[in-house]
Every structure is written in structure tokens, then in C-alpha cells.
């Protein structure tokens, strides 16, 4: 392959605007618009394997842009009347197509390793935990989009029409919004094909939790079918004759098959836990505090604030002794956290928020000490306006100030709230009137409850006992 024609073609072919499309698109969706990439432990610009997968999530928006575009690259030469001059050249169609899909491929490579050089700026000072576990994520990504611009390619060429390119971007998404609905279905029903469906979309799952991964057998198989539809896509840009073009369909059927005998049927299997990231760093200088992995960097901060917290629930009889973070692994583990009577267990959700709002500032510690003291040192065991009101009490009473709302816990319950005005008030001030030594056993008796979730914890800090 001639260098001079691929710079040529890296020139005047659609592969600087491809390449351009493809990184305004993303980076504009990234930043300018609030979605779940930028929140939680698994937000983009937090973690290398959540900026790999909210990349890769992109693709269900962008991958068909690029798929049209390609469209547009393949209608070029009949719409330029060139068939007849590059025929009579010595270069066949195979080595032309070759230069214009290398040309191409490098233009998305580049497009995507800029736009992941963008949010690794922003990881390599957010996190110190590193592997290698986002690489095979963003390389079938990248391959995705190759595969999908050389089908384009190929359908633009097989039908050179001003209609095409739009029309080609309008079946891609609607294949990749049929995919999405798909995977939608599975919680309803669980079908393993279904999920094996949903997972040949370009576009991934994004990272809801910074301990998740994406299983190397879904990358590998997803790798065998973007393969596929690639050279699909390239035969029909290079084939002229009608045999050929029918041909081109078997490495898409091929690579479609195989990656359906290769892809998990179950999303706890596409999406693992990270054991890596999950694996707890401990601080023993002290009462014992320790973090997951992924937020090695926050122990030094957070281990000062979770000391004071124990100290403050020191004067409840059989008081914790350590704090330990709980990696939460999806949404549907958020109210499984551990509840042992001698660790208070924090949400790693707790603890990023804590980062996000500056864990070398007072505010955001004497945030993180309400958060380890709510419940008196419990995990929430619901959302009930009740329980959260009990909760929101006994953490001032522990703080041993005046009483203020919570809100790194619970934003919409403000000192205006109906809820905080009804409950929470009321609560606190029949708490405070009462002897220090019953005060105390009413603290100790939600903190019982908030490990049980067996009873009512306003009513034992109001009544003292859980009506029946």
C-alpha cells in the first residue's frame, strides 16, 4: 500500500470528518449534558474501566452517525462518474477499497483515543487504582465503529443515491434502539437469548458501579461479529460482480453466529463483579478503617472523619469499633449492605460523594460524619419518611449540635420540608427532653433496629418502644 495514496485519501476522503463527527458528538454528550455518565462511582471521568464503558455506551447515539457517514464516503465514486476512469487503471478495486478503509480506520482510531484521552486526563487525578481491564472495552469499541463506517462503506457503494447515507443512519439506529429495547426486555424476562441479543449492540451497558467489569468472553465474541460486519462491509465496497456482492453477507452471518454461541445469556455474567477494585485497603494506625481499592486514595482523609465517628458512638453500649466501605455493585445492591454490630458499613456511594465535594474541606468531612453517624452508625434499611427522620435525629444527637438537616444524604429534606417540620423536629425535641441516660438507650435501641430492620425507629425514638 502506497503511503503517498493513504495520505491522500487521509486528505480528501470522509475520514477527517468522520473522525471529527465521531469526537464533537461524544465529548458534546459527555459534557454538556447531565445523564448517569457523570454520576456515582462509575462515572466516566472517575475510573479507567467506567470511561471506557460510558464510551462505548456513546456508540448506541454515535455508531449510526458513523454508519452514515461511511454511507456517504461509498456513494462518492459513482456519484463522481469515476467507475469507468479508475477501471481502466492498473490498481484494482481490492487495493483502492484496501487505501480508503485503512484510511478510515485510522481516522476513528484517532477519534477515539482522543476522546479517551480526554477523560483519562481527568481519571489519572481523580483515582490512583489502575488495570487493564478498560483495553479490550475500548479496542472492540473502536472496532465497532471500523466495522460499522465499512458497512456504510459498502451499502453507499451498492447503492450510490442521495437517499442512501440518510437512510442508512436511520436503520442504524433503529438496529441499535431494536437492541436496546431488547435488553429492556430481559428484566421482565430473563431469557438467555435475549441477553445475548441485546449484547451484539455496539453501544454498552454503562458503568453504574466502579466495581463492575465487562467480561473478556463478551468482548471476544462482540470482536468476532463487528469482525464479521467489517469484512461484510468491505466486500461489497471492493466486489463488482453480482455473485460477489451475495458472497459478502456470510462473514456478517458467520461472525453473528459465533458471537451468539460465545455471548453469556445472563447479565451477572456479561457484567462481573471487580474483585480487584472491590478488595478492601486497611488503615491500622488507630481503630481500624479501611476502603475498597478503587478508593485507596481517599484512606488517609477519610480515616481522621470515620475515627471521629466512632468516638462519637463510643457512649453507645457495645459500640462499634471499625468502618469499613461496602462497594456497591448495581442499583439492585444498594439495600443489601453488610450489618454487623461491630463495623459501621459505608456505601461507596457515600464515600463519593464525599470525594466530589472535597474531602480535604470541612464541609464535605463534617458531611461524611453526619452520613457515618445517621442511623447511629447503620445502613438505611428503606426510604420511609419516618425511618429517614429518625435517622437525620439521632446523627445530630451523636454530633452533639443543634439540629440540621442531611443533605449528602438526603437533599430534599431541607429545614423547610414538610417532613422535617412534622417528624423530624418533633422527634428531636421529645429525645432532648428526656434524661440523658433514657436519651442514650433510645440511640442504642435504633441503632438495634437500623441492623435488624425489624422495627419502627421513630417510634422507638419518640415512644420508646415499637408499637405492635
Not at 478492601?280 to 470515620?306: I, N, S
Request: hydrophobic share 50%; net charge negative; glycine share 8%.
Amino acid at each position: 500500500m502506497s503511503t503517498r495514496i493513504l495520505r491522500t485519501e487521509l486528505r480528501r476522503s470522509t475520514a477527517p470528518w468522520i473522525c471529527l463527527a465521531l469526537a464533537v458528538l461524544t465529548l458534546a454528550l459527555l459534557y454538556l449534558l447531565p445523564g448517569p455518565w457523570g454520576k456515582g462511582t462509575g462515572a466516566w471521568d472517575q475510573q479507567w474501566q467506567g470511561l471506557a464503558q460510558w464510551q462505548r455506551s456513546m456508540l448506541m447515539l454515535t455508531w449510526p452517525v458513523v454508519v452514515g457517514l461511511g454511507a456517504w464516503q461509498g456513494t462518492r465514486q459513482r456519484r463522481s462518474r469515476m467507475d469507468e476512469v479508475l477501471s481502466s487503471t492498473p490498481r484494482s478495486s481490492w487495493q483502492r477499497s484496501a487505501v480508503l478503509a485503512a484510511a478510515v480506520a485510522i481516522g476513528l482510531t484517532v477519534a477515539c483515543t482522543a476522546i479517551f484521552a480526554v477523560g483519562a486526563a481527568q481519571v489519572a487525578s481523580a483515582t490512583s487504582y489502575f488495570s487493564l481491564s478498560w483495553l479490550a472495552v475500548f479496542a472492540v469499541g473502536v472496532l465497532a465503529l471500523v466495522a460499522g463506517s465499512l458497512l456504510g462503506m459498502g451499502l453507499g457503494h451498492l447503492l450510490p443515491y442521495m437517499v442512501t447515507p440518510p437512510l442508512v443512519a436511520a436503520g442504524g439506529y433503529a438496529l441499535v434502539m431494536l437492541l436496546l429495547n431488547i435488553e429492556i426486555s430481559v428484566e421482565a424476562d430473563p431469557d438467555p437469548w435475549r441477553m445475548k441479543a441485546a449484547l451484539l449492540s455496539p453501544g454498552l451497558d454503562g458503568a453504574e458501579s466502579a466495581y463492575r467489569l465487562v467480561a473478556h468472553q463478551v468482548s471476544l465474541a462482540q470482536a468476532l461479529w463487528f469482525l464479521g460486519i467489517a469484512a461484510t462491509g468491505f466486500i461489497l465496497l471492493a466486489a463488482r460482480g453480482p455473485w460477489t456482492r451475495i458472497a459478502s453477507a456470510v462473514p456478517g452471518l458467520l461472525g453473528g453466529v459465533l458471537a451468539m454461541v460465545l455471548l453469556p445469556g445472563q447479565a451477572s455474567a456479561a457484567y462481573p463483579h471487580d474483585t480487584q477494585a472491590a478488595a478492601l485497603v486497611c488503615d491500622e494506625d488507630g481503630p481500624r478503617v479501611c476502603v475498597t481499592r478503587a478508593h485507596e486514595h481517599l484512606l488517609d482523609d477519610f480515616a481522621g472523619t470515620a475515627r471521629q465517628a466512632l468516638a462519637k458512638l463510643a457512649v453507645l453500649p457495645e459500640a462499634p469499633t471499625s468502618v469499613e466501605e461496602v462497594p456497591v455493585f448495581g442499583n439492585e445492591e444498594r439495600a443489601s449492605l453488610p450489618r454487623t454490630a461491630d463495623a459501621v458499613s459505608v456505601s461507596s456511594d457515600i464515600l463519593m460523594q464525599f470525594e466530589q465535594s472535597g474531602e480535604g474541606d470541612s464541609d464535605g468531612a463534617d458531611g461524611l460524619l453526619m452520613a457515618l453517624l445517621a442511623g447511629a452508625g447503620t445502613p438505611a434499611c428503606g426510604v420511609e419518611e419516618t425511618e429517614i427522620s429518625a435517622r437525620i435525629v439521632t446523627a445530630n444527637w451523636l454530633l452533639g449540635a443543634e439540629l440540621q438537616p442531611i443533605p449528602i444524604l438526603y437533599p430534599w429534606i431541607s429545614e423547610d420540608s414538610s417532613a422535617y417540620q412534622e417528624m423530624v423536629r418533633p422527634a428531636w425535641e421529645t429525645l432532648r427532653s428526656l434524661p440523658r441516660e433514657e436519651q442514650i438507650r433510645r440511640v442504642a435501641a435504633v441503632r438495634e433496629a437500623g441492623l435488624t430492620c425489624e422495627s419502627d425507629q421513630l417510634d422507638l425514638l419518640t415512644q420508646g418502644v415499637n408499637p405492635q
